[in-house]
């Protein structure tokens, strides 16, 4: 039976094309406009796994995230570093000159802002999503409107991509995180890398303390990120990466932690998926 995946956005986007490099081409897609209808459609069980983006080289975490996952106690089962390129695609038998407006997600704009300079009479239009402004161009036939989104919203949608990778900054990557309500049977040969959340007293020593933990049972942090805790003020969560070469020292380091810090969770356990 195939399954159904979440995504942040609509067919033909980046989480779209995560969706497809874990699972194939054969899959059941769930569009949702946001990533609290995301994670509400895996707590009703309308999709059975969800994809979602946690951080980005230029724009860095993306913070709700991290609460989104820790407060519905999802479980992450796997994750993709995506190379984010923006594309000018629209109607085909059209170019550059034919273009009056572009519409796209603000944040793709703001990103290829230095292209448009070259084209001042070109007016720049937010909208909600990459890729359902790509759909939205194909079904209602729109002339004189191009979209900036990833290829792969060209090809579903039947664009002409007339200009190729826009973006001003190049090396630019995103990483998403593959998350599900069950806890998830990952075999030990196919972990080296662990996802953590943890709290701490609120006195001199104790992050460190923690750290020294992890460097002595040979984990590599690639990850350190705090959030307030609400109800508590002045208080953090921690929520840490870590990658390791041999399991046993992973369940030593977890061992200890267990016993050192404060609401100590596993939020995943999981292939790294840097290259």
């Not at 109800?231 to 050192?260: H, R």
């Amino acid at each position: 039976m195939k399954k159904v995946i979440a995504i942040q956005g609509a067919e033909g986007s980046n989480h779209h094309k995560v969706a497809r490099d874990f699972y194939g081409t054969k899959i059941h897609l769930k569009e949702c406009m946001s990533f609290d209808v995301l994670v509400d459609s895996l707590l009703d069980h309308s999709a059975d796994l969800g994809v979602m983006a946690i951080e980005n080289t230029i724009a860095g975490s993306i913070i709700p995230n991290y609460a989104l996952i820790d407060s519905n106690n999802l479980h992450i089962i796997g994750e993709e570093y995506l190379n984010i390129h923006h594309h000018l695609m629209c109607l085909k038998g059209q170019n550059i000159e034919d273009i009056k407006e572009v519409w796209s997600h603000p944040m793709a704009l703001l990103q290829c802002k230095e292209f448009f300079k070259k084209y001042p009479k070109i007016k720049l239009v937010e909208d909600v999503d990459t890729a359902e402004v790509a759909k939205r161009i194909a079904k209602k036939n729109l002339v004189g409107i191009a979209a900036i989104a990833p290829k792969i919203a060209a090809e579903i949608f039947g664009l002409e991509v007339i200009e190729d990778e826009i973006q001003t900054i190049k090396d630019n990557a995103t990483r998403f995180v593959i998350v599900q309500t069950e806890v998830p049977n990952n075999g030990i040969d196919e972990i080296n890398k662990a996802s953590l959340k943890f709290q701490l007293n609120h006195k001199r020593g104790s992050l460190a303390a923690i750290l020294n933990v992890l460097s002595d049972c040979k984990m590599s942090l690639t990850k350190i990120q705090s959030l307030p805790v609400i109800e508590t003020p002045w208080k953090y969560s921690f929520f840490v990466d870590v990658t390791f070469d041999v399991y046993e020292d992973y369940k030593k380091a977890e061992a200890i932690l267990e016993i050192m810090a404060e609401e100590f969770k596993i939020l995943g356990t999981y292939k790294n998926g840097r290259k």
